[in-house]
């Protein structure tokens, strides 16, 4: 069995919970902040059999989409020099979807 972590935008959350659950997959969503944007963000855990990971990488991929997003970045992110407390600008890809796949032990239902 596989762990699937997978951040993904508010946005393409509640669509792709419900494709997944369609399709038989069996998810957890948790409310989560990306550190660089501070913006909310959603991660899903999904314990997944090997033979489907694909089928739920590939769900994941088709739903969610990335989008470019303008936010302020401290100087220092924006290549300027430390010390300076003025931010800055910057464009940003967000998403489809971050995702962390883990090898799982035990999978225990007590
Ligand atoms: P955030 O940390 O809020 O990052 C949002 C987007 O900002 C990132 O999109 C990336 O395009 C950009 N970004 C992040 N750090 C940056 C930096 N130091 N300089 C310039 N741009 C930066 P994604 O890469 O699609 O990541 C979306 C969300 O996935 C992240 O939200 C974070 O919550 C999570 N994430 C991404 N990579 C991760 C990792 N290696 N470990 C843990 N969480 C991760």
Same mark, same amino acid.
């Given at each position: 069995m596989k762990l699937i972590i997978a951040i993904v935008q508010d946005e393409d959350s509640s669509k792709l919970v419900s494709k997944l659950m369609q399709d038989g997959f069996s998810v957890t969503k948790l409310a989560t902040t990306g550190g660089f =944007?501070?913006?909310?963000?959603?991660?899903l855990l999904l314990g997944v059999e090997e033979e489907r990971m694909q089928d739920a990488i590939? =769900?994941?991929e088709t739903v969610c989409k990335s989008r470019k997003q303008i936010t302020s970045a401290p100087a220092a992110l924006a290549g300027m020099a430390h010390g300076e407390y003025t931010t800055y600008p910057v464009e940003v890809t967000v998403g489809g979807a971050t995702m962390f796949i883990l090898s799982i032990e035990q999978f225990l239902k007590v």
């Amino acid at each position: 069995m596989k762990l699937i972590i997978a951040i993904v935008q508010d946005e393409d959350s509640s669509k792709l919970v419900s494709k997944l659950m369609q399709d038989g997959f069996s998810v957890t969503k948790l409310a989560t902040t990306g550190g660089f =944007l501070k913006a909310g963000n959603t991660t899903l855990l999904l314990g997944v059999e090997e033979e489907r990971m694909q089928d739920a990488i590939h =769900l994941i991929e088709t739903v969610c989409k990335s989008r470019k997003q303008i936010t302020s970045a401290p100087a220092a992110l924006a290549g300027m020099a430390h010390g300076e407390y003025t931010t800055y600008p910057v464009e940003v890809t967000v998403g489809g979807a971050t995702m962390f796949i883990l090898s799982i032990e035990q999978f225990l239902k007590v």
